[in-house]
């Protein structure tokens, strides 16, 4: 089956203490992208990935990293997070990027820091 | 900047009203247009997009959404709703213009539609 999945779902953690939000896909796609969504602010983009190694910011990339080291995965790094991170994250994959095919989300991760 | 306006935060109908969502964008250029529907506890899927060609695009569940250049918008329309349709709508758009970075996919804040039956 064809899907994103992202790990953890749910993630309460405390202010500093640096945490990994995994993301794969099984598609073979080659765009990747992280966003958060926030009550009355929709979704934002915070990086994107056009391809293995080539990664650029998003809208909101403050304090956040990203790596793609692979195609399929796209991995999320809060070296230290804040409680103005507390969000609903969200993966999301692309065959490409070139003609705007539609994007493929997971099922979203939710990190509380304290 | 780019930005993409929904105007309506949220929208209350009871079931077979007919939904109008407005979709405004700035700047003008070659757009991708996208909606995409969140119901409560899930993840966005994609109810319809515009590439290129006909205005007027259907997609799935019975949606529909008309492109007019002119005015920057993308609205999403439904002629009868169902309580099923209770969820949050985002609208979204890919700008394709040498001048700024065409690779971002901008989302309006979205609109929350209640059916009530």
């Known amino acids: 089956e064809a899907q994103v999945t992202q790990n953890p779902r749910y993630l309460i953690t405390v202010t500093g203490k640096k945490l990994t939000v995994t993301c794969s896909q099984n598609?073979?796609?080659?765009?990747m992208s992280w966003y958060r969504q926030d009550p009355g602010l929709g979704l934002r983009q915070i990086y994107y990935?056009?391809?293995?190694?080539v990664t650029d910011k998003g809208d909101v990339p403050e304090g956040y990293k990203v790596s793609r080291k692979e195609k399929r995965n796209f991995p999320l790094i809060l070296e230290s997070p804040s409680p103005n991170q507390t969000s609903l994250y969200f993966c999301?994959?692309?065959?490409?990027w070139g003609r705007g095919e539609p994007q493929h989300f997971g099922d979203g991760t939710r990190l509380s820091i304290l | 900047a780019q930005s993409v306006s929904q105007h309506n935060h949220h929208v209350i109908l009871s079931e077979a009203a007919s939904l109008e969502l407005g979709c405004n964008y700035s700047?003008?250029?070659?757009?991708?247009l996208f909606w995409y529907v969140q119901y409560p506890g899930q993840h966005l899927q994609l109810l319809l997009k515009?590439?290129?060609?006909?205005?007027l695009v259907k997609g799935i569940k019975g949606f529909e959404a008309e492109f007019i250049k002119s005015k920057f918008s993308f609205n999403l329309r439904k002629p009868s709703v169902q309580w099923s349709d209770t969820a949050e709508y985002f609208c979204?758009?890919?700008?394709?213009?040498?001048?700024?970075?065409?690779?971002?996919?901008?989302f309006g804040t979205g609109t929350r539609l209640q059916v009530f039956p």
């Open positions: 999301a994959s692309s065959l490409s």
């Open positions: 700047y003008g250029g070659t757009v991708n």
């Open positions: 515009y590439f290129s060609g006909d205005p």
């Open positions: 979204a758009v890919k700008w394709t213009v040498l001048s700024y970075n065409t690779d971002k996919l901008i």
């Open positions: 598609m073979n796609h080659e765009y």
């Open positions: 990935s056009m391809n293995v190694e």
